[in-house]
Each structure stands twice: as structure tokens, then as C-alpha cells.
């Protein structure tokens, strides 16, 4: 299962990990990727922390080169 998240502007999809990894410890599904919608290199860092923090530290992450936005947005993992 491969997941795509925009991790970083709200705890959403923090929590969402949170769930698909205690269902990898149940042998519910097997995550294989985490795609991050954005260019920011602390939301890879934050996802990477939850794959430590978890067991999972071979679980690669994917995240888009650059975006061009008008919308400017709050990153919680930047004051993680």
C-alpha cells in the first residue's frame, strides 16, 4: 500500500500514519511508500521520524522536486 499525503499543514495526516503503521504491526496491510505532496524537505524529515520511530526506517519516502503556489499555508513540522 502506498500512501500520498501533504503532510505538514495540519495533524491529519500524521494521524492517518500513525494508524497505517499499527496496521503493519497487525499484518493488516504492508506499507510500501509514503508520497509527500510537497517540495519541503521537513515534511520528508518529519515522515522519516515517524518511520523510525515506528520500526520502519526502510520505508522509502517520495516528495515533489518544487510547487508553485499562490496559497501560502502553516507547516507544523516546521517547529517540529
Request: charged fraction near 20%; hydrophobic fraction near 40%; charge should be negative.
Amino acid at each position: 500500500l502506498p500512501i500520498y499525503t501533504d503532510m505538514g499543514n495540519d495533524i491529519d495526516d500524521a494521524l492517518a500514519l500513525d494508524m497505517l503503521y499499527k496496521y503493519q504491526q497487525e499484518g493488516r496491510v504492508e506499507l510500501l511508500a509514503v508520497m509527500l505532496n510537497k517540495p519541503m524537505a521537513e515534511s520528508c524529515e518529519f515522515i522519516d521520524i515517524m518511520n523510525n520511530y515506528y520500526g520502519y526506517p526502510e520505508i522509502p519516502i517520495g516528495r515533489l522536486a518544487s510547487i508553485t503556489s499562490p496559497f501560502p499555508f502553516v507547516l507544523y513540522s516546521l517547529t517540529i
